[in-house]
C-alpha cells in the first residue's frame, strides 16, 4: 500500500468500505491484511499439529508405491528366468514400463534394469 501511496495510486473498494486516499480506509486496509496473516498463520499451525499427530499414530503422506519390494522382486525374477520383456511384465504389474524400470534400478532387492529381459 505504501509504494502504491508514494506513486500516487490509490485504492478504492467497492464492496468494503476501503478507500486507500483517507487515513480511515488506510486502517481498515491495514487491520483486514493483519486477520488475514493471522488466519494464515493459525491454518499453517493447525496442519502442522494435524500432520505431526498423524505421523504419531503411525500413517505417512505422500502417494502410495506402485510396486512393493515383493512385486519388484517377482518381476525381477521373471526377466531372469521367463522368456518375457519388460514390457509384458509391466503390463501383468500394472504399471508402465518406464516405472517397472525405475523400481528395478531404485536398490529393491539389489540389481538394474539390466538384470534381464528385453525392452
Do not use: C, W
Amino acid at each position: 500500500a505504501e509504494m502504491l501511496k508514494g506513486r500516487g495510486i490509490g485504492f478504492v473498494s467497492l464492496t468494503d468500505a476501503i478507500d486507500t486516499a483517507s487515513p480511515g480506509g488506510m486502517l481498515v486496509f491495514h487491520v483486514l491484511g493483519a486477520i488475514a496473516e493471522f488466519e494464515r498463520a493459525l491454518i499453517r499451525e493447525r496442519t502442522k499439529a494435524g500432520l505431526a499427530e498423524a505421523r504419531r499414530r503411525g500413517r505417512k503422506g505422500g502417494r502410495p508405491k506402485q510396486m512393493t519390494p515383493k512385486d519388484v522382486a517377482a518381476a525381477r525374477a521373471m526377466l531372469k528366468v521367463e522368456d518375457v520383456t519388460a514390457a509384458e511384465v509391466a503390463k501383468r504389474f500394472g504399471v508402465s514400463r518406464g516405472t517397472l524400470y525405475r523400481h528395478l534400478s531404485s536398490g529393491s532387492n539389489g540389481g538394474g534394469p539390466d538384470a534381464g529381459g528385453a525392452a
